[in-house]
């Protein structure tokens, strides 16, 4: 009996001939792409959302506009006042404050609605994000377009969200007892803080639904671990960055010393520790909670630059160009840095800082993803 002779491409220890995709195969590849990229484009409008959250709150703070709403009506609240009775009961319940009893005794009716509207509309785009995830996730379950494995993440992300309100109104109570007239700046920092990671999040996953999964799984094949250890590095130490603006915002900080690069003259800003007990001056006294911002700053701005030598000269082209972008954002965020402290943080600059760590979070997090999962390229194209 004669046997055919074997192809010298054929795969070894192989009788059976290469069967040929079957219709039905074809079709599930093709759903669980257009699932995994219908997911996507879900993800991206809830991080533009988040984004746009992120500034208004900024808004919010910078115009000393969220102890307005004194209440939490997750529900109710929803629906602002809509004739003289319903705003003279709102005013009625903020001139209860102690911010209106110590710093805005005099203001009017027409005054509280200006500062009221954009609390309103900051809750009001919180509730919005949770409606777009809910409808999404409900949607998606429906119609069974989650991708495999995702349908705990995406949960997670809900509960990140429903957090991040309760979280919010923890900040905004702080600001309604004791005498205070804002809100306390370890809880402001607490309430950033997981806005950025929820971004985070989003952004990440943004990313791995942006390839197949067997893309990804190829890729990681091909990760540098050094550069991603590092990248993550710098990722936390943004975070904490971050974390300190906030405790600046908090307090006005940003607005107590206002040249550049000493501090009243001074390397180390006077009375710096003039609170007590002691600890208190990393959260409350201006000129350290400014220098340690300062500090850390410099030091984050330090280590980009060592993590961007190191992936400049990584052999993927893609992932180099991602490091080469994190340290141009990183130089933007720097001198935005700067001018919010010559110019004694102006709501403008301010808020331009604040997107400047936004779009530098967004950046690092690329890089990282890129040493985790690089993206495949020809042999002609790595050695360009």
């Not at 319903?86 to 319940?93: L, P, V």
């Not at 996953?205 to 091909?222: G, I």
Request: net charge positive.
């Amino acid at each position: 009996m004669s046997q055919k002779k074997r192809s010298i491409f054929e795969e070894v220890g192989s009788d059976a001939p290469n069967p040929s995709p079957s219709g039905a195969g074809v079709i599930e590849r093709q759903h669980r792409s257009g699932a995994r990229l219908a997911v996507r484009a879900w993800l991206v409008v809830l991080f533009a959302l988040v984004v746009v959250m992120i500034v208004v709150g900024g808004l919010t703070r910078l115009t000393d506009s969220g102890l307005s709403i004194t209440e939490w009506r997750p529900v109710t609240g929803a629906m602002p006042p809509m004739d003289t009775a319903g705003w003279t009961s709102e005013f009625e319940k903020y001139q209860q404050s102690p911010q209106f009893e110590i710093m805005n005794s005099e203001m009017t009716l027409a005054e509280f609605k200006s500062i009221y509207w954009w609390e309103w509309g900051h809750r009001q785009l919180g509730r919005v994000i949770g409606l777009v995830w809910a409808v999404g996730i409900a949607g998606f379950a429906l119609f069974r377009q989650i991708p495999p494995g995702w349908t705990l993440r995406l949960l997670g992300l809900g509960v990140l969200g429903g957090l991040q309100g309760a979280i919010g109104w923890w900040m905004v109570a702080s600001g309604l007892t004791d005498g205070n007239t804002s809100v306390a700046s370890y809880r402001l920092a607490v309430h950033l803080g997981l806005a950025f990671a929820i971004l985070g999040v989003i952004a990440w996953d943004v990313q791995l639904l942006s390839r197949p999964e067997s893309a990804l799984l190829k890729a990681r094949r091909s990760r540098d671990a050094k550069l991603f250890g590092l990248s993550t590095g710098v990722m936390h130490l943004a975070l904490v960055q971050i974390l300190l603006g906030a405790l600046v915002a908090g307090i006005d900080a940003g607005r107590s010393f206002t040249d550049w690069p000493l501090m009243a003259g001074q390397v180390f800003p006077p009375a710096a520790f003039a609170i007590e007990p002691l600890w208190r001056n990393f959260f409350e006294n201006q000129g350290l909670v400014q220098f340690v911002h300062r500090i850390v700053g410099y030091l984050l701005f330090a280590f980009t630059i060592v993590v961007w030598s190191k992936g400049r000269k990584s052999g993927n082209r893609s992932t180099a160009g991602a490091f080469h972008t994190m340290m141009l954002m990183a130089c933007v965020q720097v001198a935005l840095g700067i001018m919010t402290v010559l110019y004694a943080a102006p709501w403008n600059i301010a808020i331009l800082h604040l997107l400047g760590a936004v779009g530098l979070w967004v950046m690092i997090l690329r890089a990282r993803f890129r040493s985790q999962y690089p993206i495949e390229q020809s042999v002609r194209s790595a050695g360009k």
